[in-house]
């Protein structure tokens, strides 16, 4: 039997053949293990471990064609995944400033069908190729090893010997003398991560600049526009009609909370008209204006019953007195229809003197009873 010199500075009973017995800790003292070379570290834990290799295929020879060759496409693919990422951000961030401002239109341009598209192309392939690079490098370039291997018990010992073998495989995949791969890597990588920050959260570009939940596109000398474009001036409707109208500005007639109910009252209702305070001005003549999205569940108001004054919500029965400022007099709905100050101009066309002085549909149902 072959006995192990334990002092502090020897291999610890690595140059000694045959196997291992005992406990690693008991064997070998923290300032034992700290002396030893990591390659040999390395070959100490795998011995204690029982591991029993099968099969070793080292790789390409350092410096051969087959390796510069292996490098240059892992490097390559790499690059591409990164390139990827960045045009997935020019397109992301470009958007409204060097690119064509995006917008969702029923029939919108070439660039708005194409951005959703184009971002999740650039992404695919980006991720795509980050994948392939990986198994590029794995296959062609690492030392395969196949080996049979104990399960380990967490000793300090342990520790130690598996930190030497996460090093040494570290040292064995060529990534310090490979630079080609170490400078891909570090673009890809930086592009990738930026890719998939970017989208969360609006970090680059805020979507609710300007509060986009609480104005239309209705604003002061704004025409007040049928959905065929054409302007509508007093006189055009019966006593007792409802007409839906839209503020005359590009895909005006598209955006659905802009959406408008011109009402011309007849005249007992004028007589009974108390509109809500602050906004006694708000129409012209005998004609009110009031958003047609139901402020319970955002249904369109479409129901108009003259002889009762109600403005009916076909969804969820919701009723509206417009004798009383679009009051909510029925049904789920517990907060009025916001009203839109109209006037004329010079021409007699009816415009809205500004937007409404508070949000339309049901964005801010939390709101107290008005």
Known sequence: MSTRDTRPGSAGGVDTPGPLHGGPDDDYTPEQLAAMRREELDLLGARYDGVEVLHVDPGPEPGSRLEQ?????VGWTFFLAGVCA???????????????????????????????????????????????????????????????????????????????????GYHNSGLPRRKLITRSLGFMGAAVGVMLIAPLGGLIKNPNTGNPLGRT????????????????????????????????????????DAATMLIRLRPEQVDEDRPREGQADFGYGDYVAYSKICTHAGCPVSLYEQETSRLLCPCHQSQFDVTQGAKPI????????????????????????????????????NRERI
């Open 69 to 73: 060759r292996a490098v240059r496409q």
């Open 86 to 168: 960045f045009l997935f951000l020019v397109v992301y961030v470009g958007s409204g400033w060097f690119l064509p401002e995006w917008q969702w239109a029923d029939e919108g341009s070439a660039w708005s069908a194409m951005f959703t598209p184009l971002l999740g192309l650039f992404m695919g392939l980006s991720l795509t190729l980050v994948g392939v690079g990986l198994v590029l490098y794995t296959k062609k370039l690492l030392p395969h090893e196949t080996a049979v291997q104990d399960k380990h018990d967490g000793s300090h010992f342990d520790r130690v010997t598996t930190g030497a073998t996460l090093v040494g």
């Open 217 to 256: 596109s209705w604003a002061e000398g704004i025409r007040l526009v049928r959905i065929d474009g054409s302007p509508v001036r007093p006189g055009d409707q019966q006593p007792g009609s409802l007409e839906t109208v839209f503020p005359a500005v590009p895909g005006g007639n598209l955006e659905s």
């Open 330 to 365: 029925f049904g789920p709905a517990t907060r009025s229809l916001p009203q839109l100050p109209i006037t004329v101009d010079d021409e007699g066309f009816f415009v809205a003197r500004s937007d409404y002085i508070e949000a339309v549909g049901p964005t801010y149902w």
